[in-house]
């Protein structure tokens, strides 16, 4: 078993993040929203650290200074 984390300012795109790593849909847990991509990181950082391994998905390409950010886990 592997646990994915990562954060997001688009959580509606989290299933698509799933299916591209044969995740499941099931184990999705979502947290926030956070104001900023700092108090996400930070979130996402201390789970890290909690967890130990675990494989990081990369923050969107596409933001928006004015959405919110939320984190995600999930396990594949």
């Keep these: 078993m592997n646990v994915f984390i990562g954060i997001t300012q688009h959580p509606e795109k989290l299933q698509q993040a799933i299916d591209a790593n044969a995740g499941s849909s099931d184990s999705l847990m979502e947290v926030g ?44």
């Design 33 to 76: 929203p956070f104001l900023t991509k700092e108090a996400a990181s930070e979130w996402k950082n201390y789970l890290t650290s909690k967890l130990g391994k675990t494989t990081e998905i990369d923050p969107d390409q596409e933001k928006d200074a004015y959405s919110l950010w939320y984190g995600f886990t999930f396990e594949a």
